[in-house]
């Protein structure tokens, strides 16, 4: 299983200066060699990559041409494999059309075309016209992105989003869909999100500070100058998110402060943009609620009183205050509540208990229930509220490993369903060729972690076949079992593809959460190796022929792993890594760092805290010793995990790894967090890091036999 190393024997790869930065903390000195590869003009790097210190790029530069290097006898595979998932793309797909008063609004593609396009038709679907084109919009961009788009409630106005260096730094336009053209109207500097009142003149979005977080809304009114915009919230926390959103109704715009524990709503009367937000209920630390809209009530998803999977509490819009909330769905451990639309007639909720989603369905007139679910042992399954209220119909996605995905309209008084689309691969896909399949991996303390796993019929189940473990871990997101084209390409090259449902996500509810983060983070990781063992108990594969990824803070995973468990890896992919966790979370000046503290701990007013993480943080734990293979990426402009993380950690581990195994780095440096813009150059990325996975598996060479 392991490729021949003698290519890489004589390309000499880049080794950084060590310039030792010492700091002392909690009496504990920690010492950075690297810390030079952050610039210090890094806010300015954002808006421009042009003005990264020469020194920093070069250095950057040579780890781009060594990456290239190593993996040049696998360009014939890349462009075999871009091809494949090029060819089970449809290139003229599109979105069902989401209906809204006389018109519907849809997305979609051009063969041959990177972004996609914006369409309107009416109601009926006739008459269709595009009002954004992407292609059009990117044209001379090395990088481009539609953040938001948002057509206002008289359909005449068209707010939307773009971001042009990957910096999530959006600047909002308007344009007239009567005339086409764009408006004066440019509002820089945003998250992305816009939420139109209901005078169809009037938006909100929020403003990003000069160190790139979201602590304030602002209002706009169409064809007035941006400077004169209205401030109006101001969040004085630096470790809180601002989010903006609307309620199902299109009554109420909400105003959402948050952190990773705890949150607290406002809401503004859409009818009314110039009145003062109005306070739910004032925030305390470890109570998150959300807020909906029905008459003249607000139904808020809350986990107070010890509800940790939620409940769901009513309460007048006059007076809606804690004091005043009457339970409507009491918590039921274990049955996590994920989502609450609220329609004219219908509650819409989205749960998951044993792991898996589904769908109930509740009259608001006689509180009647039923429950949409599916059979198969794992499958995703997303709620599409679409533009309406008084509706009785709802949009729900379904898909699994091997099926792919449906897109249903369901009438929620008649309980009739209707297929509006099933996703086409236009060169051919059987289910029946595939298996998925639910395991159970025993973890160290008796839990059983979740493992999702998809494999071809006929690939040898007696431990002959490399697995690729993906897991993410953190934040409470759960990664679902849906179907991916590009997996394919894996899976009929004879790897079994596995999802480790670890804790940190909340695939067995909010404890399963809980579980995996601060000072019981380290259940992240054990997990992660336990499902491994697991793998390689069952007869599934062997130890050192799994090949790990993650990505962001999945990526921090697999700096861990990749410390506590070499031998069980052949090769880790590390996707945007989050592996410099001890120094970020001490430089409290970084955008996401305080907003952190909730997920990881604080290291700099908490001497446990920095202990915790000063035990897992990856780059701090690199050691002299036989490392895997790895590959990781990182984005130039990337405000999540920024650049130096990864550069820093390949740096280390060049320094400290006993093997001659690759080590690479690949910094794109026209992009950020998400890559590459385009979706067929995020196909190439796919195919590059698909290309690595064959290369050290030994199934490349068999490839090239097999194609010759």
Not at 43 to 57: G, H, N, S, T
Not at 204 to 219: A, E, G, I, K, T
Not at 539 to 556: D, E, F, P, Q, Y
Request: charged share 25%; net charge negative; proline share 6%.
């Amino acid at each position: 299983m392991s490729p021949s190393n003698a290519r890489h024997a004589f390309v000499k790869p880049p080794r950084a200066a060590r310039r030792p930065k010492v700091s002392t903390w909690h009496g504990v000195e920690l010492v950075d060699d690297y810390a030079w590869l952050k610039a210090d003009n890094w806010q300015d790097v954002m808006r421009d990559p042009a003005v990264l210190d020469p020194e920093i790029r070069a250095y950057l530069d040579a780890e781009n041409a060594y990456c290239e290097a190593q993996l040049a006898e696998t360009k014939s595979l890349q462009d075999e494999l871009f091809a494949e998932m090029r060819g089970r793309l449809k290139e003229d797909d599109s979105s069902v059309p989401t209906a809204d008063g006389p018109y519907a609004y849809y997305s979609g593609f051009v063969a041959g075309g990177q972004y996609p396009l914006i369409y309107r038709s009416n109601r009926d679907g006739s008459g269709a016209v595009v009002v954004l084109d992407g292609n059009r919009e990117a044209e001379g961009k090395a990088y481009w992105d539609l953040g938001d788009f948002e057509h206002s409630p008289d359909h005449r106005l068209l707010a939307y989003s773009i971001d042009d260096k990957g910096s999530e730094l959006y600047s909002v336009r308007v344009r007239d869909l009567t005339t086409g053209e764009d408006l004066p109207d440019i509002v820089p500097d945003t998250r992305g999100g816009v939420v139109w009142a209901s005078d169809s003149r009037t938006f909100f979005y929020v403003r990003l500070d000069d160190n790139h977080r979201p602590l304030q809304v602002y209002r706009h009114v169409v064809g007035t100058p941006t400077d004169e915009d209205v401030l109006v919230y101001d969040e004085k926390d630096i470790g809180l998110y601002v989010a903006i959103n609307a309620t199902q109704s299109a009554k109420y715009i909400t105003i959402d402060a948050h952190d990773h524990r705890t949150s607290e709503v406002r809401i503004i009367d859409a009818d009314a943009p110039l009145s003062e937000p109005v306070l739910i209920t004032p925030r305390r630390v470890g109570h998150e609620y959300s807020v909906e809209h029905n008459g003249d009530k607000l139904y808020i998803t809350t986990n107070s009183h010890d509800a940790e999977d939620f409940r769901i509490v009513e309460a007048p819009v006059s007076a809606p205050g804690e004091a005043n909330w009457r339970e409507v769905i009491p918590h039921r451990p274990g049955c996590l509540i994920l989502d609450t639309i609220l329609y004219r007639d219908h509650m819409v909720r989205l749960e998951r208990e044993n792991g898996l989603p589904r769908i109930v369905v509740r009259r608001l007139s006689d509180a009647d229930e039923h429950i949409i679910a599916f059979p198969e042992e794992a499958y995703s399954l997303g709620v599409h509220p679409g533009y309406e209220f008084d509706t009785t119909n709802v949009r729900f996605v379904y898909s699994s490993m091997t099926t792919p995905a449906e897109t249903w309209d369901y009438d929620m008084q008649t309980r009739n369903r209707v297929l509006r689309k099933r996703q086409q691969v236009p060169s051919g896909h059987n289910p029946a060729d595939y298996v998925t399949r639910r395991l159970y991996a025993p973890a160290r303390d008796g839990e059983l972690v979740p493992v999702s796993i998809l494999y071809h019929k006929d690939t040898p189940l007696d431990g002959s076949a490399p697995v690729l473990l993906y897991g993410y871990g953190a934040y409470g997101i759960s990664i679902p079992a849906s179907f991916s084209t590009t997996r394919l390409s894996l899976v009929d090259r004879g790897f079994i593809y596995a999802i480790a449902h670890i804790r940190g996500g909340k695939d067995k509810g909010y404890r399963w959460y809980t579980n995996g983060k601060l000072a019981q983070k380290v259940n992240t990781f054990t997990d992660f190796i336990d499902a491994g063992e697991y793998l390689v108990a069952q007869g599934l594969t062997k130890r050192g022929h799994i090949v790990a990824n993650g990505g962001s803070a999945g990526g921090m995973l697999m700096g861990v792993v990749t410390n506590m468990a070499p031998d069980l890896f052949l090769g880790i992919i590390a996707d945007v890594p989050f592996v410099d966790v001890l120094n970020t979370m001490l430089d409290k000046d970084l955008p996401l760092t305080p907003p952190e503290w909730p997920e990881w701990g604080n290291p700099i007013a908490s001497r446990d805290e920095f202990s915790i993480i000063h035990s897992y943080s990856p780059y701090e734990n690199v050691e002299a010793k036989t490392y895997p293979h790895i590959f990781a990426y990182g984005g130039l402009t990337d405000p999540r995990v920024t650049y130096w993380e990864p550069a820093k950690w390949i740096a280390r581990l060049r320094e400290k790894n006993a093997s001659d195994n690759l080590v690479l780095l690949k910094i794109n440096m026209e992009a950020g967090h998400s890559g590459a813009s385009g979706r067929y150059e995020q196909l190439r990325e796919m195919a590059a890091d698909y290309a690595f996975a064959l290369k050290i598996a030994g199934l490349a060479a068999k490839q090239k036999e097999k194609a010759a």
